[in-house]
């Protein structure tokens, strides 16, 4: 999971068939700002669950954001 360094922004998950030798299929999950992210894999199933940062804004105690969590299919990355 990456995006644009600088901004955290455009929170994309990449999928690699060379292990890890280069990267592809990328999916924007939030093109917003983002923060720190972790995956979770049913791979029984198919699934992946992403849970990150989202949602700043300035507030009294400086910035402040929520939480998601986006279900994505496996076919979403046309993975085998």
Not at 5 to 30: K, M
Request: with cysteine.
């Amino acid at each position: 999971i990456g995006g644009m360094f600088q901004e955290r922004r455009n929170l994309t998950l990449w999928h690699s068939e060379d292990e890890g030798q280069t990267w592809n299929h990328g999916l924007i999950i939030d093109a917003g700002e983002n923060a720190y992210s972790d995956l979770a894999v049913d791979e029984e199933n198919g699934i992946m669950y992403v849970l990150y940062e989202c949602n700043y804004a300035e507030g009294e105690y400086g910035r402040a954001g929520g939480m998601k969590v986006v279900k994505i299919n496996r076919d979403c990355l046309r993975l085998p």
